[in-house]
């Protein structure tokens, strides 16, 4: 299985700061039969079911604020949100789909100051 | 508007078979794959499965002896059962499709169930 790795797991942010979470993947999420990187980030605010965020490394899902962007490579991936706001607060998950079974990270906890 | 309607039994015994069934509504079934996420109290997710209209299905190795996901075309819906359950299985389980067409990711999720399996 390809393991997920996320860190920090808990993130204590001051409103109008930036945000940054990290994740590793134990293989290549790079498919170079279509070019794409198959790695997708989720937001699970509390008492609620995850929603996507961002898909294929860096493309934002339907009504995502363009203040959240994913980047990265290979192994090595960020999710950055420019201007964190209170409505921020929640577990994020990255996903990894190149391959099965499809895995996760252990979550980043992302808290407001 | 996509929806997922999800419905089972909450609370189990241990040994006894857990079963969920999931109702699509607004959305074309048989364009999609249709999978199954569970996630233990303070945990984080854990896929368990997926399935498409034409009953393909693809499973987590680490619950494939003990999963079955099925398919009812006719009702625009899909089924999950686990069977042999422990106290291991308690999770609040998602229902969530998987947006082939597009993202090529999990667009739409269910409210989840939350099952417990106590003796």
């Known amino acids: 299985d390809i393991v997920m790795t996320q860190a920090p797991l808990s993130l204590p942010v001051t409103p109008g700061e930036p945000a940054s979470i990290s994740c590793r993947s134990s293989q290549s999420l790079f498919d170079s039969d279509d070019g794409n990187t198959y790695v997708d980030w989720f937001l699970q605010k509390p008492g609620q079911s995850p929603h996507l965020l961002i898909y294929a490394l860096s493309y934002r899902a339907s009504g995502v604020p363009d203040r959240f962007s994913g980047s990265g490579s290979g192994t090595d991936f960020t999710l950055k949100i420019s201007r964190v706001e209170a409505e921020d607060v929640g577990v994020y998950y990255c996903?990894?789909?190149?391959?099965?079974?499809?895995?996760f990270g252990q979550g980043t906890r992302l808290e407001i100051k | 508007q996509v929806q997922l309607q999800q419905w089972g039994a909450g609370l189990l015994r241990p040994s006894e078979t857990l079963s969920l069934t999931c109702a699509v509504y607004g959305a074309s079934f048989s364009s999609y794959y249709w999978s199954w996420v569970r996630q233990a109290p303070g945990k984080g997710l854990e896929w368990i499965g997926e399935i498409n209209h034409r009953g393909s299905s693809n499973q987590n190795p680490s619950l494939k002896s003990r999963v079955t996901i099925s398919v009812d075309t006719s009702k625009n819906q899909f089924s999950l059962r686990l069977n042999s359950v422990t106290a291991a299985d308690t999770a609040t389980y998602y229902c969530?499709?998987?947006?082939?067409?597009?993202?090529?990711?999990?667009?739409?999720w269910g409210l989840g169930t939350r099952v417990i399996v106590s003796s």
């Open positions: 969530v499709r998987d947006d082939t067409r597009t993202t090529g990711s999990f667009d739409i």
């Open positions: 996903m990894q789909r190149i391959a099965f079974p499809i895995t």
